[in-house]
C-alpha cells in the first residue's frame, strides 16, 4: 500500500507554525517507522501548508490516509478526511482530539484510534491492506524501552523540509494539570525509551538541533532526575554534538549537576511551564510543583543561568483570579524575574480535560458549533467566559502584548541579557531566534488583529506603558 501520513494544522492561525524553525510532528515519523516494510509512506505536513493536501489524495497517489491532531486542527482534518471519502482512500484518524471524542470523530472517517497506537499500528495497517479496517482501535500505554517512541528522522515531509530534529525520551506526566490533555493521553507515569536506542536515534538524525519534545524532562522526583542524568551522560560521551532544547519543570533549577549535565549535553534552552506568577490559581489548576516553587521562581531562574541554560518561559492568561491586567503584570513581572523569553497564550478548554468538563458544565464555554469551532481552540484566541473580564477584552489585552512586541526595538536587548546571565553565546543566540520569531509573528499579526478588533493600541495607557518597560529592560 502507498500510505500517507498527515498533520492537519487550522487555516485560523496560519502562519503561526512556519515564523520559526520547522519542527517535525514527531507522532507522524513514530507511526511511520512503525510500518511494515512492504508498505511505501509519506508525510505531508501543514506546517508547510494547504496547497498540496488535498491534490495529492485527488491524484490517486494513496491506498490509507492517517492523520493525527491537536483539537485545532481538527477542522481542518475533517476537511481533508472528506476528500478521502469522496476519493473512495480509506483514512484513519488519531491522536489526541480523536482520542477525545471519538464519536465525533467516528462520524468524518473510517476508523478511529483512541490512545497511543505504537502497538497496534502495524497490525491496522494490516487490516487496511486487507480491507477489513474496524470502525475503532483502542491503543495503550505500552512501555517503550527499544521497541516503542523511535521515529524515522530520515523522512521529510513531502511538502517540505523540516530544519530541526524531533526526538522523544520519555512519555507521561505525573502533575497533571487540569487544563492539560497529555496526562490523560500518555498517562501519569513517566515511561522511558531504552537509552541506547535513544543514542543510536540521536546519532542517526541528519540535523545538528533537536527538540527534545519530552513534556517533563526532568520529571518531579529524585528517580526522574537520576534517569534523565543517566541520559545526559550517555549523550556526553556517546553522542554527536548536537544543540537542543526540551520542556522541563520548574524543580530542574534546583539540581545544579543535572543542568551542568544538561549544558555540557548540548541543552542551551528549557521551556519551563510557569502558567501564573498566582499561587491561587496554581491551587486551582492542580499544579503543585509550581505551587511550592512559587515564590521562589527567581532563585530557580537562576540556578538554570548559572549552569548556561536559558529559560523560555510559558505563561497562561485567564484564570478566575485574572483580569484585564495580568497580561501587562505577567509580562513586566517575567522579565523582572529574569525569563529570557515568554509564550503567553489564552486559557483554553480543550476536550478531554478537567477544565473542559468543569466550563462545560458550568456553561462558560461559547465556542461550541462543533466541529467548525474546533479550530478556535488555538491557544490564541478566548473560547469562554472568564470570570473578571469578557472574552473580548482578554484577547485585547494579548493584543496589546503583540502590538508592541512588533512596534518597538527589544529583541538585541534581551539577547544581550541572556548573554551576560548565562555567560554563553549559543543559549543567547537560540534565544535570538526564539525572540526574532516572535517579533515577526507579531509583525505578521499586526494586520489581521487590526481587522479583527477594528482599531490599534495607543501610544499609552496603564498596561501598555507596562507592557513597554517590559522590552525595555536587560
Known amino acids: 500500500m502507498r500510505i500517507a501520513l498527515i498533520n492537519p494544522v487550522t487555516r485560523r492561525t496560519e502562519g503561526y507554525h512556519t515564523i520559526g524553525s520547522r519542527i517535525p510532528q514527531l507522532g507522524l515519523q513514530v507511526l511511520a517507522k512503525l510500518v511494515p516494510p512492504e508498505h511505501q509512506v509519506e508525510i505531508i505536513d501543514e506546517i508547510f501548508g494547504h496547497q498540496m493536501t488535498e491534490p495529492q489524495i485527488e491524484a490517486g497517489r494513496y ?98 523540509r523540516y530544519d530541526v530534529s524531533s526526538i522523544q525520551t520519555s512519555r507521561g506526566c505525573p502533575v497533571g494539570c487540569e487544563y492539560c490533555s497529555v496526562t490523560k493521553f500518555n498517562g501519569a507515569r513517566i515511561r522511558r525509551r531504552d537509552i541506547d536506542t535513544i543514542i543510536d536515534e540521536w546519532n542517526a538524525t541528519p540535523r545538528t538541533f533537536v527538540f527534545v519534545v519530552d513534556d517533563n524532562f526532568f520529571g518531579v522526583g529524585r528517580q526522574h532526575a537520576a534517569w534523565a542524568k543517566q541520559l545526559l551522560r550517555a549523550i556526553i560521551k556517546h553522542g554527536k554534538k548536537r544543540l537542543w532544547f526540551s520542556q522541563t519543570t520548574i524543580n530542574m533549577g534546583d539540581d545544579a549537576e543535572g543542568l551542568r549535565l544538561a549544558y555540557l549535553a548540548g541543552c542551551r534552552g528549557m521551556m519551563v511551564g510557569f502558567e501564573t506568577l498566582n499561587a491561587e490559581t496554581l491551587v486551582d489548576w492542580h499544579k503543585g510543583v509550581n505551587r511550592v516553587n512559587v515564590d521562589r521562581y527567581r532563585e530557580l531562574i537562576k540556578g538554570f543561568h548559572r549552569a548556561g541554560i536559558s529559560v523560555f518561559g510559558g505563561f497562561i492568561i485567564g484564570a478566575e483570579q485574572d483580569c484585564v491586567n495580568t497580561v501587562a503584570d505577567t509580562a513586566l513581572a517575567s522579565v523582572r524575574l529574569g525569563v529570557d523569553t515568554i509564550q503567553i497564550t489564552n486559557l483554553t478548554p480543550l476536550p478531554g480535560t478537567r477544565l473542559y468538563d468543569r466550563y462545560m458544565e458550568q456553561g462558560r464555554i461559547f465556542a461550541t458549533n462543533y466541529p467548525e469551532d474546533w479550530e478556535r481552540y488555538s491557544f490564541v484566541e478566548t473560547v469562554y467566559q472568564p470570570k473578571n473580564m469578557s472574552a473580548a477584552a482578554l484577547d485585547e489585552a494579548i493584543y496589546e502584548l503583540r502590538h508592541t512586541a512588533a512596534v518597538v526595538p527589544w529583541v538585541w536587548r534581551r539577547t544581550l541579557a541572556t548573554f551576560l546571565r548565562t555567560r554563553s553565546i549559543t543559549s543567547a543566540l537560540f534565544i535570538h531566534g526564539m ?39 536587560a
Not at 464519536?103 to 483512541?114: H, I, K, Q, T
Not at 499500528?121 to 524501552?145: C, K
Not at 509573528?441 to 507596562?466: C, M, W, Y
Request: hydrophobic share 35%.
Open 63 to 160: 491506498d490509507l490516509v492517517g492523520l493525527t491532531s491537536y483539537t485545532s486542527g481538527a477542522t481542518r482534518a475533517y476537511e481533508i478526511t472528506a476528500c478521502c471519502r469522496r476519493k473512495g482512500v480509506p483514512v484513519i484518524f488519531g491522536g489526541p482530539h480523536a482520542s477525545a471524542v471519538p464519536d465525533e470523530a467516528a462520524r468524518f472517517c473510517d476508523s478511529v484510534v483512541v490512545g497511543e497506537c505504537d502497538e497496534i499500528w502495524p497490525a491496522i495497517v494490516d487490516d487496511a491492506a486487507r480491507g477489513r479496517l474496524q470502525q475503532q482501535y483502542q491503543g495503550s500505554l505500552s512501555e517503550l524501552g527499544r521497541r516503542f517512541g523511535g521515529a524515522r528522522q530520515d523522512l521529510q515531509a513531502i511538502n517540505g
Open 435 to 473: 525572540n526574532q520569531g516572535w517579533k515577526r509573528l507579531a509583525k505578521i499579526q499586526s494586520p489581521r488583529d487590526q481587522k479583527h478588533f477594528g482599531f490599534v493600541p495607543g501610544n499609552s495607557n496603564e498596561r501598555i506603558d507596562k507592557i513597554r518597560r517590559a522590552f525595555a529592560m
